[in-house]
């Protein structure tokens, strides 16, 4: 085969992998049989990306991607994680084999984010099995909460990243930093297209036109605005089947690479499912910053109201010793959002 076209091909079939805030940090160069994956982390500069692992993470549903897409032709993949050369996250080895196609092949165009507020009913049975089966590492565990009193309070948990947000100057400014207002300029740029996050109109107004001012949100809190729209978020979070947390136990760049592509499977088999999925996951990112005391951007009450949301995520996860959680999603049934996020044609080096 010629390896060259054909590893090209694969990486435009598998690009479709999530990012935080759509910044798809990576490039990539092909050598013979040999694809290696560069992370690109001025694409990510949040204080959520915490020593890069939430990029690592996503390079690890990138990296999953492209050993199902592999498939098609029949190739498998040799993956060796964080290889010593700089900003290489993983070097790929395709090989052509008599491999069969994966099951989630089907799955990789599909799978998006969906922010709206799913049907109020409990995540069936059958469908929780489906997803835990979908991890077959070890070192990786799903666990999932439900019931609606449980996912209520835990909805008001996480909805405190808001509060933080809006409270918060370098973590607002990169948010708004990253919003593309339209398609045009979603596809001239990596980052969160507005009608993605589900908004009414009134709200899409306000992020335009007021919310991304700095000036503004210190004037309108001082009116309870980073204190109503928690509770405005904690509803839509709440509207869920239940909350999934992908736990690992290892603090080492290779974990998170591993743990995303875990979740990636998880997320694929969600989409042939018929389940809506969206990562929740800033707060246990933020927890990751605090509990390595690099908290330069974070105020103390910030600190304080992290460590007290950490406690309770802990708490209804049942999270053990050195276990951590990777990502934080919630799950449902809505069918399809609003808009989806554009993924640019890889770019190879």
Known sequence: ???????????????????????????????GQVLTIFNVSENDRSLYNFRQRGSYFAHGALVENICIAASTYGCTCEVTPFPDTPN???????????????????ALPLRTTNRKAYERRELEQGHRNE????ITSEDVQLRFVRGPDVLKALASTLSINERILMENRDIHDFLFEMIRWTPEEERERTGLYLMTM??????RFMMQYVLRHWWAVRALNFLGLSRIIPKQSAQGYAESAAFGAIIIRGREDSDFLAAGRAFERVWLTATLAGISLQPVTALPYLWQRVRAHETASLSAKHIRLIEEAHSKIAQNFRLQGEEHIAMLFRVGYDGKPSATSYKHDPRFI
């Open 131 to 134: 997803l835990e089966s979908a």
């Open 88 to 106: 290489v996250t993983a070097k790929v080895r395709i090989v052509k084999t008599d491999a069969t196609p994966d099951p989630l092949l089907g």
């Open 1 to 31: 085969m010629n390896e060259s076209v054909d590893i090209r091909r694969i990486v435009r079939e598998a690009i479709n992998a999530p990012s935080g805030d759509n910044a798809q940090p990576w490039r990539f160069r092909v050598d």
């Open 198 to 203: 589900e908004f009414p109109p009134p709200v």
